[in-house]
């Protein structure tokens, strides 16, 4: 039985802080979970729809990661699509991104965080400036991306857009600019310019 009730209705979950990470929607995210807290935070979701926060701790608090630190006020709502408990009760997980939340902490009774997360809407591209715009995103994945997969027709431009994000080195403070503008327009716009004005790392 979970120890989080309102969990099942989707608004109050577990968070996860952690320090320049963020959760892209549709991105699988490798974790390795080992503080007592946190390993009670697994076992409790297991119980329960299996849906965490991961928020990311803002600059210049990286330090107080064993505290309380911090969190940026968009963060990702994800959910734990694999585990592996391991003999000594730590864990592997994969976490798979599912949307933006906007994040507000509420009083937790367990050893971990609570937040309420309301999903963070989107403003889609207008139609007749997506084609393009899309284009030019896969063009510049092309150029930062050896042996690129084939983009199914089907995955999002926001999508798109955001794997562009990833690739490209930001700093900490711009990451989250990016991370959080909704605007999926503008942030496909951004991307683009950071592409231009941050050279691809050399093969090899």
């Known amino acids: 039985?979970?120890?989080?009730?309102?969990?099942?209705?989707?608004?109050?979950?577990?968070?996860?802080?952690?320090?320049?990470v963020w959760l892209f929607p549709a991105v699988?995210?490798?974790?390795?979970?080992?503080?007592?807290?946190?390993?009670?935070?697994?076992?409790?979701?297991?119980d329960g729809p299996g849906r965490i926060v991961l928020g990311t701790i803002q600059a210049g608090h990286e330090g107080d990661a064993p505290d309380s630190p911090p969190i940026y006020s968009v963060a990702g709502l994800g959910e734990i699509a694999r585990h592996e408990r391991l003999t000594d009760g730590r864990f592997n997980i994969l976490l798979v991104g599912?949307?933006?939340?906007?994040?507000?902490?509420?009083?937790?009774?367990?050893?971990?965080?609570?937040?309420?997360?309301?999903?963070?809407s989107e403003?889609?591209?207008?139609?007749?400036?997506?084609?393009?715009?899309?284009?030019?995103l896969l063009?510049?994945?092309?150029?930062?991306?050896?042996?690129?997969?084939?983009?199914p027709d089907e995955l999002a431009t926001a999508h798109v857009a955001d794997m562009l994000v990833l690739?490209?080195?930001?700093?900490?403070?711009?990451?989250?600019?990016?991370?959080?503008?909704?605007?999926?327009?503008?942030?496909a716009h951004a991307a683009l310019a950071e592409h231009a004005r941050v050279p691809p790392a050399p093969e090899g």
């Open 139 to 151: 063009a510049a994945l092309a150029a930062r991306t050896k042996d690129l997969p084939a983009i």
């Open 98 to 120: 599912l949307t933006r939340v906007f994040v507000r902490e509420v009083p937790s009774e367990r050893l971990y965080r609570l937040v309420e997360a309301v999903p963070a």
């Open 28 to 46: 699988v995210l490798p974790l390795h979970v080992f503080e007592e807290r946190y390993r009670q935070m697994i076992e409790d979701c297991l």
């Open 167 to 187: 690739r490209v080195a930001l700093a900490h403070e711009r990451m989250n600019e990016l991370y959080s503008e909704l605007d999926v327009e503008k942030r």
């Open 1 to 20: 039985m979970s120890h989080v009730p309102e969990l099942v209705r989707g608004r109050i979950v577990p968070l996860f802080p952690l320090p320049n």
């Open 123 to 136: 403003v889609p591209i207008a139609k007749e400036r997506e084609p393009g715009l899309r284009a030019e």
